[in-house]
């Protein structure tokens, strides 16, 4: 067994993973590696909740703001870049933490990808003619009925992940589901998942205070500069696309923000769906104090974190 290990903090979004690993990663003197999939982008910033300055000054992080939302960046370049940084910082670092909130992009350092067939491209072109013609709903509508399992995790707000998924369902003849967690691929590491938790309207409360503060610090204006690019596959998410929507004349101000909060609630949900379902989670409450989850966590690892 390896004695190396990768501590995955998760948990729904603005629970405070941020602070959990920075608190994990200063007191282990190791370094964070960012699967958070939003802030991979340098041109979202607010509204992704970027760590500040000053907490991306306390530790090292990796995967912050590394790309452009201009360059095609996808689950499959981030395993095999996260798994190359990890060879080389587990050459001096016995722990190292990993912090997202992005579930498939964690299961991917740690698990590995799932092999899927080749689909045709022929599928692809129809289910995005059926997206522009029909709108978001009709992907939502076909993704339930193929694959009900599946639409409850997946952000259904994202067509680019309704349209994989789907593509997948239509080639193989069987949901994208079946897919899901494979045999797990050979890693240097042991992961162990530490997840923060609350109660809902803990956790919806701390949502909408949070993108009441993305407004006050410029969201609006953020989104102002990126809505020619609104097509890429980068900003298909919450937070920009409902102000791209008011952009458009569709929706009041007022209203795009009251969406955007609806939204990361929905999506909160379901990235708790999607970490309920592994069994090997550390749940930790959002308000313990740090030196309690540090003594928890120095129960699951076999160096002592009171030194």
Known sequence: MSSKTLIAVVGPTAIGKTRLGITLATHLQTEIVSAD??????????????????????????????????DPYSVGDFEKDAIGLLYTLFQKKDVVVMVGGSGLYVDAVIKGLDDFPEVDPKTRDSLNRGFKEKGLQYLQKELRTRDPEYFNIVDI???????????????????????????????????????????????????NQRVDLMMEAGLLEEARKLYPHRNLNALQTVGYRELFEYFDGNFTL??????????TRRFAKRQLTWLRKNKNILWVKYDEKPNEILNKVSQHLNIGLNG
Not at 41 to 67: C, D
Not at 158 to 185: D, G, V
Not at 254 to 263: P, Q, T
């Open 37 to 70: 999939s939003r802030q991979f982008f340098k041109e979202m910033n607010i509204g992704t909740a970027v760590p500040s300055m000053e907490e991306l000054n306390a530790v090292p992080h990796h995967f912050i703001q590394h790309k452009s939302i201009l």
């Open 157 to 207: 707000e994202n067509p680019h992940r309704l349209i994989r998924a789907l593509e997948i369902c239509i080639t193989a003849n069987q949901p994208y589901s079946s897919f899901l967690n494979q045999k797990k691929k050979e890693r240097i590491f042991n992961p162990l998942y530490v997840g923060i938790e609350a109660d809902r309207e803990i956790i919806y409360d701390r949502i």
């Open 254 to 263: 007022e209203f795009a923000i009251s969406e955007i909060k609806k939204n």
